[in-house]
């Protein structure tokens, strides 16, 4: 969505404000419209006369405050969703880059990062991805939060103490994986798992791996996630059975700058979406987003996983 007016000095932060503002919400679209809010605000501000010394840090307290602000509002709907929350996956095909206002994605915000600040409070999360994420120091971090130096360091603290405390271990953002190497090993994967070859997919598995599935209760997913190796490789190799069966098709991508896949149906239509999270050369987590509503972003949405209303989701 593009800002009307803004300028070009601002345009040239929408990368950043973007990673921010999704790394908050976990939408690309309300990601979307938070930064154009943002760039509404300081369109306003400057027809006002109101002098903006530092626009970066302008933006960037705009954004982290209505991410806050978003969040707090959609709190009741968290609480309330169907089975497994994953965010909205950003999605770039394997052989071209994406555009810029993805970019800084790919050093940050993979889905196994932002399914961990799903046990954080707003301020808590904006808090903890800034220091985490972008490095930001505590007298930055206050400044953007409005909140003390020694008040962030606190928080910063409870997060990590709540994050621990979800059964999920403290990890900072993994460094992405060299783009041939997790580019190879993800193709070893999808073929083992398309040839249903189940000692060749617990070769890549970590021991710890999970397996997450976000349908929302409106598409086949994982109705909890799974843990156990050998029962995570077995799910695999059914659910890419199907795929057959469906006459679905996947093709390799990159999502939240990890390797992954998407699938489509035969129509070409989007069916789902299959994140890698891969560390010491093991695959340490497989996070598979199906619920329509956070598709469409992608194009056509299929029905091929659609549930009847009232079915459950899944295994």
Not at 68 to 87: C, F, K, Q
Not at 169 to 187: I, Y
Not at 238 to 256: D, E, K
């Amino acid at each position: 969505m593009a800002a009307t007016g803004v300028g070009a000095d601002a345009e040239r932060y929408r990368s950043l404000l973007f990673s921010i503002a999704y790394g908050m919400t976990g939408s690309v679209g309300d990601a979307e419209d938070i930064v154009q809010d943002a760039f509404l605000g300081l369109t306003r501000a400057r027809r006002a006369g109101t002098p903006v010394a530092n626009l970066k840090a302008y933006l960037t307290t705009s954004v982290t405050r209505l991410g806050i602000n978003h969040l707090s509002s959609a709190r009741v709907r968290r609480e309330t969703y169907v089975g497994d929350w994953l965010p909205e996956p950003v999605v770039v095909a394997a052989d071209r880059p994406g555009p810029a206002e993805r970019a800084e994605l790919s050093e940050s915000l993979s889905m196994a990062f932002l399914v961990l600040l799903e046990a954080l409070s707003p301020v808590e999360r904006a808090v903890f991805m800034l220091r985490e994420a972008f490095g930001y120091g505590y007298p930055e971090v206050a400044r953007v939060t409005g909140k003390s130096e020694a008040n962030c360091r606190q928080i910063f603290a409870r997060a990590r103490r709540r994050v621990a405390s979800g059964g999920q271990p403290v990890r900072t953002p993994s460094a992405p994986v060299r783009r041939a190497e997790g580019e190879e090993l993800a193709r070893r994967f999808f073929e083992a798992a398309e040839g249903g070859d189940l000692d060749g997919l617990l070769g890549m598995l970590a021991p710890d791996v999970v397996f997450r599935g976000d349908g929302g209760g409106k598409a086949r997913a994982l109705a909890r996630s799974v843990t156990d190796p050998r029962h995570v490789a077995q799910l695999l190799v059914g659910g890419f059975r199907r795929v057959r069966i469906l006459g679905a098709s996947m093709r390799a991508a990159w999502i939240n700058g990890r390797p992954g896949a998407v699938t489509y149906d035969a129509e070409g239509r989007v069916a789902s979406v299959v994140a890698l999270d891969i560390a010491g050369g093991a695959i340490r987590a497989i996070h598979a987003v199906s619920n329509p509503d956070k598709l469409a972003h992608l194009g056509p949405v299929s029905d091929i996983g659609r549930l009847p209303e009232g079915r459950p989701t899944g295994p």
